[in-house]
């Protein structure tokens, strides 16, 4: 089912379909300090084109942290990260999404009082040319081009079979569409990397498993990269190629998920350290 | 029908929108032909419309972009003596009297759109009680400056000062425009219902098509979850920048409109309560519900009028009708029943 992971020039692991291809995101050396406290520190991770990569570790090591680096909610304080063999230095968030990252959150960040559609359009609004003016007197570059973003925005939310709930606030959803929507709105901005924090947090099995497969549909169709934070090691070691284990802001193992499964650091990280006898 | 029903949520709540402005301007122009309209009621006709277009406006900063201003009644009176200095510069070159109206209102508009580039700055930086508290200042300073000011016309062209009148060396023709704390005086009554009504329209255009354009929406993504619209990609500065500065010019308009109706103003009259007057009309009507905003402003300007048979305790009535009209609307079990006739409810229904 996956590709198996091959080293590239660089020395990092990514799958072989995308060993021909420039990494989508390397970071390279990054950290982070807030006061004295080192919450990611040395943070290498190489991600291919379309591949989806897991970021797990217990409770606290660092995981959203490096998503709020990626997306330079906080500005790294040490490293370089290339999105694209871009160096995003100095990027505000809404120019790294531009650059091609976008995310969702741990904690449901929708605009609660816009409806489902709309929620949507504001995730193309770059992809939007007309101005304040088109917009106030009707001009027809704001007929057109919203009846594109009208368009759009159906055939991404029929990923997720949400068109009907096109009309809804998006406040007003079950907890599971929520989620759903988050994504659907990243997606709409055209990312080439897709950040999912927790995305099945909360989610029944069955709905995690429909999940898992509209991941993979996502990655298929767009042909994006995904990394994905996740505690359901169920749905991680399924659909993950490369995944990479984060302690106390460190990283302790990188590899495919047979690796990691077995790997002595990662267990011990979980589930603590066999007395000696 | 079926055409109706085919819309769009927002774009047939828009419409009844309209509807509505335009029943209730037909209405009262047959009352003032019939003559059945009271004196009192007739002189408030042309307030009640500068103050529908301020509610709206300041909708627009209030309940859109979800950020309290203190000072919007500053921005009228910028909007208000620009237009009238305006108008009286203009009166030699332009003489037909509703398109000198239109002009100076729109000259009215733009200064109090340059002068909200200025207050944006802090706008763009702070937010919640400490942005309150800047418009706040905004307005008194506003207020205090044109108390000071002193403008005279003659055929040299305008002349300023800070001093007092004698001051600005005016010609034997020339004629005091601003006279400090004075205020303006011998503005000329250009202002009319249908100017007010067409006004109305206009504003109700601007700001339902800017809520439901791409700008609107980002605005309104930025209220709901700042972190989240930026990591879509919507950039905070400029987004609430179209905003603000579109609530700023149309509160100008509405300044112009509303000095134009009286032949002398003073710069009190935009003071601090008339601020949080609007701003009860805009908590009244329903943060971000522009047609509530428009039947709040209505009512609440001619309430006084009908509660005149109280006399002394007019005042008095009018607060306790607005508690009661607060809790009332504020009340689960109304509000259920508003949503039905989808008439109150908030942001919820009105933002979408």
């Known amino acids: 089912m996956f590709s198996k992971l091959v080293s590239i020039s660089s020395g990092a692991m990514v799958p072989d379909r995308d060993a021909d291809k420039s990494p989508i995101l390397e970071c390279i050396g990054l950290g982070v300090t807030f006061g004295g406290l080192k919450a990611v520190e040395n943070f290498n991770l190489t991600i291919g084109r379309t591949e989806i990569a897991g970021l797990i570790g217990p409770n606290g090591a660092g995981k959203t942290t490096v998503f709020n680096l990626l997306t330079k909610v906080y500005q790294p304080t040490k490293g370089t990260i290339l999105l694209d063999g871009r160096d995003t230095h100095g990027m505000s968030t809404t120019q790294v999404n531009r650059a091609g990252i976008a995310r969702t959150f741990q904690n449901i960040r929708l605009f609660t009082n816009l409806t489902v559609e709309d929620n949507v359009k504001v995730g193309m609004n770059n992809a939007m040319r007309y101005n304040m003016w088109s917009g106030i007197f009707r001009l027809p570059g704001f007929w057109k081009e919203e009846k594109v973003a009208h368009e759009r925005a159906m055939e991404l939310l029929s990923i997720f079979d949400m068109q009907d709930m096109a009309n809804a606030r998006a406040g007003s959803l079950p907890y599971g569409a929520q989620r759903r929507l988050e994504i659907v709105r990243a997606l709409a901005t055209n990312p080439g990397l897709l950040l999912l924090d927790e995305p099945a947090a909360g989610m029944n099995p069955s709905e995690t498993a429909e999940l898992m497969e509209n991941i993979r549909k996502i990655r298929d169709t767009f042909q994006i990269a995904v990394l994905l934070i996740e505690h359901d090691m169920n749905l991680v070691m399924n659909i993950c190629e490369g995944i990479c284990v984060l302690n106390f802001g460190q990283i302790i193992a990188k590899g495919s998920p047979e690796e990691i499964q077995s790997n002595a650091t990662v267990v011990e990280a979980y589930l603590g350290k066999k007395k000696e006898a | ?352």
């Open chain 2, 1 to 352: 029908m079926e055409k109706l029903k085919r819309m769009a949520p927002s774009t047939r709540s828009s419409f009844i929108t309209y509807g509505m402005v335009i029943v209730a301007y037909a209405v009262m122009e047959a009352l003032l032909s019939g003559g059945l309209l009271k004196s009192s009621l007739k002189g408030l006709l042309v307030p009640i419309c500068a103050y529908v277009v301020m509610a709206v406006s300041l909708n627009l900063t209030v309940g859109i972009m979800g950020e309290l201003s203190l000072g919007h009644a500053g921005f009228m009176s910028v909007g208000a003596f620009t237009a009238v200095i305006a108008a009286a510069a203009l009166e030699s070159t332009v003489t037909s009297g509703p398109v000198r109206l239109a002009v100076s209102m729109a000259i009215g508009g733009v200064a109090a759109g340059l002068v909200s580039l200025i207050v944006v700055v802090p706008v763009l930086r702070l937010q919640g009680d400490y942005l309150a508290i800047v418009t706040l200042a905004f307005g008194e300073i506003i207020k205090n400056i044109i108390n000071c000011v002193y403008v005279g016309l003659d055929g040299e062209g305008f002349h300023f000062g800070m001093k007092d009148a004698a001051s600005l060396g005016l010609a034997a023709d020339g004629k005091m425009l601003l006279q400090g704390p004075m205020g303006a005086v011998g503005i000329q009554k250009l202002s009319s219902f249908t100017a007010g009504f067409l006004l109305i329209l206009l504003t109700l255009a601007v700001a339902l098509n800017f809520i439901h354009s791409r700008a609107g929406r980002a605005v309104m993504a930025l209220r709901d979850n700042r972190i989240a619209a930026e990591s879509v990609g919507i950039s905070p500065s400029r987004y609430k920048m179209m905003a603000f500065v579109t609530s700023a010019v149309l509160a100008g308009l509405a300044g112009g409109l509303y000095a134009m109706n009286f032949s002398s103003i003073l710069a009190k009259k935009f003071d601090f309560n008339t601020s949080i007057l609007i701003l009860v009309f805009v908590v009244l009507g329903g943060m971000g519900n522009i047609r509530g905003s428009v039947i709040a402003a209505a009512a609440l300007t001619v309430l006084p009028e009908l509660l005149r048979d109280f006399s002394d305790y007019r005042m008095l009535v009018y607060a306790i009708v607005l508690i009661l009209v607060m809790l009332f609307t504020n009340n689960p079990a109304c509000k259920t029943v508003f949503a039905r006739f989808k008439l109150g409810s908030p942001a919820k229904k009105e933002a979408v």
